[in-house]
């Protein structure tokens, strides 16, 4: 069975036995992931409507040299890159979108162009490895977002919550659900060991790692969502910040 499957993919490109829409799986992720590329590259280099009252685009933030003292650039270019190295890294994005965008392959037991396979062991691919190290800047940003989601609360010195502040807290909450699932946070707390009750702190390590197990099932909606929300956060910042909308104080 598995070998005529094999003989199948070696067939050509999109040749399979599945009767199946299988490329209706991809479709919606290369118009999302496609549609937020866009949006997030405009944003990122336009510079300006990043900021209004307490709140602030979490494009922006930690919001570096807004006076272009050094900088002569969008701020937003110099952080950008620690949560997009994580997203584009990220186990279950690499799936989507080397489906998606590449096509390799188009789908499960769907024939793909290309027949030599070397895995993420070349460059550019075996940059992917760097995973691990983005996700505790991933941490390090959720920090920075947990402080403007608090912030967003503060009017003028004084306890206020606008509609900007949910928005803002929502965006952050979806973000942790979507790092605390992170595979390589799982394999943190329990990778390589057979046995928890044979090493240090073991019963702790048990339990972050079935904790983080639960949420890692769930990694890909919450991949999903916190793209959404980090996106609609930044659509509100700059809505409200530009006068398009006016914020709305709920107290
Ligand atoms: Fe997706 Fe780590 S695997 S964020």
């Avoid at 799936?95 to 993420?120: I, M, N, Q, T």
Wanted: hydrophobic share 45%; aromatic share 16%.
């Amino acid at each position: 069975m598995a070998e005529a499957r094999v003989a199948q993919e070696r067939r050509g490109f999109g040749a399979t036995g599945r009767r199946d829409a299988w490329w209706v799986e991809i479709a919606p992720v290369v118009i999302v992931l496609g549609l937020f590329g866009v949006y997030a590259t405009l944003r990122a280099l336009e510079g300006a409507h990043y900021e209004w009252g307490p709140y602030i685009s979490p494009f922006y933030s930690p919001l570096i040299d807004p006076e272009h003292r050094w900088w002569p650039f969008s701020p937003a270019l110099l952080i950008l890159g620690g949560p997009l190295g994580f997203r584009v890294t990220c186990y279950y994005y690499r799936k989507a979108y080397y489906r998606a965008f590449f096509l390799d392959p188009p789908a499960c037991s769907v024939g793909e162009a290309r027949h030599g396979y070397r895995g993420e062991t070349k460059l550019p691919f075996i940059l992917q490895n760097l995973h691990r190290y983005f996700l505790y800047l991933a941490v390090v940003f959720l920090g920075f977002l947990a402080y403007d989601a608090v912030r967003s609360f503060s009017f003028d010195g004084r306890f206020g919550i606008g509609v900007g502040s949910l928005v803002l807290t929502a965006n952050v909450v979806l973000l942790a659900l979507y790092t605390l699932s992170c595979h390589s946070l799982r394999h943190l707390a329990g990778g390589a060991l057979d046995c928890f009750s044979c090493t240090a702190f073991g019963r702790t390590r048990g339990k972050a790692w079935r904790g983080l197990t639960a949420l890692n099932e769930r990694h890909m909606p919450f991949a999903w969502m916190s793209l959404f929300s980090v996106g609609l956060a930044d659509l509100y910042v700059r809505s409200v910040a530009c006068g398009l909308i006016r914020d709305l104080r709920i107290l």
